[in-house]
């Protein structure tokens, strides 16, 4: 978890932080403006008119869509990252073809033990945002690239396939250290704070706008957190491009090393 959060975030989450804080924010306004000891004053002022809502609904918007710029591409970027460490995973699969059985044995078993321990150990990880076991994989791939090293000088292979084996690994380094950077360095808080804070300040503009009329002041309140909310919900659900409805799943993976099998 982000160090910056707040311990009420980091307690039970984001979403339901946003819900609550959204929730009293907007009990506290309309209390402010129709009971508290300042109401009159308030509405003594000249009657602020609509089109002042147009500022902070812009820099809600504005802090919304920076946030939403910084998750979006991460899906394309994780996806790539995969496509990266499956071809990885299969060049050296299809190197260990021109080994010898005895060295292709032991290869295919390092390159088993790294999948397995990515999709037993890492993904999980990933998905939850365990930093404890973020580097799960990492025994396996230290093993695998001991492997690949031990083989190419006891049989002093071919430059052509000891390159092969060491673009490979070094190819499934790279592809996992910006696997796991997306997965558990998570977006700052302070862009999140951004954008709930001109949400309050909406919500504030908005009831302001209906302070002389109570019901509309509850209905438009209403309907503004709820946009609120579901902005963030949507931002807060897609933040990791392994989690969610549309989280990226590691078939690729799982399909190299079947695909070599079959």
Not at 58 to 64: C, E, Y
Not at 182 to 202: E, M, N, P, Q, Y
Not at 205 to 225: D, E, G, Y
Not at 232 to 238: G, P, Q, Y
């Amino acid at each position: 978890m982000n160090s910056d959060m707040p311990w009420i975030v980091e307690r039970i989450g984001l979403l339901p932080a946003a819900i609550f804080s959204v929730a009293i924010v907007t009990v506290l306004i309309y209390w402010l403006l129709n009971k508290s000891p300042l109401s009159e004053w308030f509405k003594g002022s000249e009657e602020v008119v609509p089109p002042f809502i147009s500022v902070s609904a812009l820099m809600f918007g504005f802090f919304a869509a920076t946030l939403a710029a910084d998750i979006w591409p991460k899906q394309d970027e994780a996806n790539k990252i995969l496509i990266n460490e499956t071809s990885a995973i299969r060049s050296l699969l299809a190197t260990s073809e021109h080994l010898k059985a005895r060295d292709r044995v032991i290869l295919v078993k390092s390159i088993n033990g790294y999948v397995d321990a990515v999709l037993q150990k890492e993904w999980p990880a990933m998905v939850v945002g365990d930093d404890v076991n973020r580097e799960g994989a990492l025994p396996e791939l230290k093993e695998l690239s001991y492997t690949a090293i031990q083989l190419a000088i006891r049989e002093k292979l071919p430059s052509v396939l000891e390159n092969r084996l060491q673009q490979s690994i070094d190819q499934i380094r790279v592809a996992r250290l910006s696997r796991l950077s997306l997965a558990h360095d998570s977006i700052s808080f302070i862009k999140w704070r951004a954008v709930i804070l001109f949400g309050f300040l909406l919500l504030f503009t908005v009831a302001l706008v209906h302070m002389r009329r109570p019901r509309a002041m509850k209905i438009t309140l209403f309907v503004t957190a709820l946009g609120i909310l579901l902005s963030i919900a949507i931002l807060a659900n897609n933040r990791s491009p392994y989690a969610g409805r549309d989280a990226i799943k590691p078939e690729m993976l799982i399909n190299s090393i079947k695909f070599y099998q079959e």
